[in-house]
C-alpha cells in the first residue's frame, strides 16, 4: 500500500509540476517591486516629494531680489486746467528810491494817490496775461508703468527660518513616503506567505486525498475477501469524502488569496501565477537576539525620524513667529515712466526715470497679537517633543515584544519538527500493522489524520516564523531597505 502511496503522490506532483511549467512565477522581490510600482498611495507620496522639494526652492528664492513690472492705462473724460479762466498777473518794477520791486500801480494824476478798483485794491499799471488754454493738459490717455527691485536686506530671520522649514519639510515627506513603502512591504509579505502556506497546505491536502484513496481501495479489497465489514468500508468513505471537501475548500482559498496578492501587486486578479518561494529555508536552530540598540533603531525607523523632523519644523515655525515682532528691511530700486509725463514741462510722451530707496517696517503695538501666535509655536514645539518620547517609549515596547514573538514562533516550529517526525512514524506503523491485520481501518485514519494535523501545524508554524521575522524587521526598522532607497 505505501508504494501505491509514493507512485499516486509523485504522479500528482508531477501533473501539478506540469500544470505550473506554463504559469508565471512571481518572487517576493518582484512582488514588492510591482506593489511599490502600481500603489497609488505610493504614487502620491512621490508627488508630495516633489511638492516639498518644489517649495524648498521657492523659499530660497526669497533670498533673491524679486523683479517685477507693473502698468496701467487710464483714460480720462476731461482735461486738467490750472484755471478756470483767463488770468491777469499785476507785475513788479524796480523802484530806484526803495531799491526793491514794486507792484506798478494807476495813480491819480492829481492827487498821486494809487486808483482802487471794485474790490477795494490797487489796480495794477501792468499786468501779465495767462490765457486758461496755455495752462489746460491733455490727460484724456494716460500710460504708465514702472519696474522695481525689491532686495530684502532683514526680514526678521523669517526667511532663513523657512529655507530650514522646508528643507525639513522635504526630508519628512520622503521619510513618510518611506514609511509608506514598508508599510505596503508589510502587506505584500503578508499576502504573499499566505499563498505559500495554502500552496503547502493544498499539497498537503492532496497527498492526504491520495492516502485515503489509497486507504479506500485495501478496504474495498479487504471487504470482498471478507477480511473486513462493510462498517469500515463507509468510515473509510465518510472520511474521503471529508478529505476531498478539505482540498476543495483549500483550493479555493488558494485561489481567493492569489487574487488578494494580485490586487496589492496591481495584477489582473484573473492572472494566473505561482509564488517561488516554499517553507524550505526556514532554519531550526536560528537565534533571535533578545536586546537592541535602541539608538540604531531610533535611527533607523521613518516614523521616529518623521517625528524628530517635525519637532524641527515646529521649531522653524516658532522662528518665522518672532520675525513678526523684528523690523523688516528691504532695498528698493525702480525705473518708472509715463505718458504724459511733466519731467521737462508737460508733454505727450513717453519718458521716465531711476529711483532706488530702502524701506523699513518696525512693529510697535499689535495689542499682544504676535507675541500670543509665538507663544502658540513654542507649545506645538512642545507637543511635539512631548510626541517624540512616547513614540520612543511604544517603539521600544514594540521591539521587545516582536523580539519574543519571533522566538516563541521559531521554538514552535521546533517542536512542530519533532511531533511531524513522531507522526510519520505513527503513520508508517499504522499502515504496517494495518497491512498485517494488525490494526483496523479506524487506527490507520487516526494516525492518517494525526500526521495530517501535523503536517498541517508545521505548515502553519513555518508561516508564522516568516511573519514574525517581517515584523520584526518592520519594528526595527530594516525591512527591505535597498528596495524601499531604490525606490
Given amino acids: 500500500m505505501l508504494r501505491n502511496i509514493s507512485i499516486l503522490a509523485v504522479m500528482t506532483l508531477c501533473v501539478t509540476s506540469a500544470m505550473q511549467a506554463g504559469e508565471r512565477q512571481l518572487t517576493l522581490d518582484e512582488c514588492r517591486q510591482m506593489a511599490l510600482q502600481n500603489n497609488k498611495q505610493m504614487q502620491i507620496g512621490a508627488e508630495k516629494v516633489k511638492a516639498a522639494g518644489y517649495q524648498k526652492k521657492e523659499a530660497f528664492a526669497a533670498y533673491l531680489p524679486a523683479i517685477d513690472f507693473n502698468g496701467g492705462y487710464v483714460y480720462n473724460q476731461k482735461n486738467l486746467s490750472l484755471f478756470d479762466s483767463d488770468q491777469l498777473l499785476p507785475i513788479k518794477t524796480f523802484d530806484l528810491q526803495t531799491q526793491s520791486y514794486q507792484f506798478s500801480v494807476v495813480k491819480n494824476p492829481l492827487t498821486g494817490e494809487p486808483v482802487k478798483g471794485p474790490n477795494g485794491q490797487p489796480i495794477p499799471e501792468q499786468v501779465a496775461y495767462l490765457p486758461k488754454d496755455a495752462m489746460t493738459f491733455d490727460i484724456h490717455n494716460v500710460f504708465f508703468g514702472a519696474v522695481t527691485l525689491t532686495q530684502p536686506v532683514f526680514m526678521g530671520g523669517k ?19 518611506s514609511a509608506g513603502a514598508q508599510e505596503v512591504i508589510y502587506a505584500v509579505d ?36 471478507g477480511v473486513a465489514t462493510r462498517s469500515d468500508q463507509l468510515s473509510v468513505d465518510v472520511k474521503l469524502n471529508q478529505a476531498q471537501i478539505d482540498l476543495t475548500k483549500v483550493k479555493n482559498g488558494l485561489s481567493l488569496s492569489k487574487m488578494a496578492l494580485a490586487q496589492i501587486c496591481g495584477l489582473p486578479i484573473s492572472d494566473e501565477y505561482t509564488v517561488a518561494e516554499d517553507l524550505s529555508h526556514v532554519i531550526p536552530d536560528a537565534e533571535i537576539a533578545s536586546a537592541y540598540n535602541m539608538e540604531d533603531v531610533y535611527a533607523r525607523r521613518h516614523d521616529i525620524r518623521a517625528l524628530e523632523l517635525g519637532e524641527k519644523i515646529t521649531g522653524q515655525q516658532k522662528n518665522v513667529a518672532l520675525s513678526s515682532m523684528l523690523p523688516n528691511v528691504a532695498l528698493v530700486g525702480a525705473y518708472s515712466f509715463s505718458s504724459p509725463n511733466v519731467f521737462n514741462g508737460f508733454k505727450n510722451r513717453v519718458n521716465g526715470g531711476f529711483s532706488v530707496g530702502v524701506g523699513v517696517n518696525i512693529p510697535i503695538v499689535h495689542w499682544g497679537g504676535n507675541y500670543n501666535k509665538y507663544r502658540a509655536a513654542r507649545s506645538q ?6 510626541q517624540l518620547d512616547e513614540a520612543k517609549e511604544k517603539v521600544e515596547l514594540q521591539v521587545t515584544q516582536a523580539a519574543y514573538k519571533a522566538q516563541e514562533a521559531l521554538k514552535t516550529y521546533n517542536m ?18 494495518f497491512r498485517e491485520a494488525v490494526l483496523t481501518a479506524d487506527d490507520v485514519m487516526k494516525a492518517q489524520t494525526a500526521w495530517l494535523q501535523a503536517n498541517s501545524e508545521k505548515i502553519d508554524a513555518a508561516i508564522e516564523v516568516h511573519l514574525c521575522d517581517v515584523y520584526l524587521s518592520k519594528v526595527l526598522g530594516t525591512l527591505a531597505t535597498d528596495t524601499v532607497n531604490d525606490k
Wanted: charged letters at 25%.
Fill in 381 to 386: 514645539q512642545t507637543v511635539m517633543e512631548l
Fill in 416 to 433: 512542530t519538527l519533532t511531533n511531524m517526525a513522531k507522526a510519520d512514524e505513527n503513520l508508517r506503523s499504522a499502515s504496517l500493522g
Fill in 159 to 177: 526667511i532663513v527660518a523657512m529655507n530650514k522649514l522646508t528643507g525639513y519639510a522635504e526630508e519628512l515627506a520622503k521619510e513618510m513616503h
Fill in 190 to 225: 503578508a499576502a504573499y506567505w499566505q499563498v505559500v502556506s495554502l500552496e503547502a497546505k493544498h499539497r498537503l491536502a492532496t497527498e492526504f486525498v491520495a492516502l485515503m484513496d489509497s486507504l479506500d481501495s485495501d478496504v474495498r479489497a479487504m471487504v470482498r475477501q
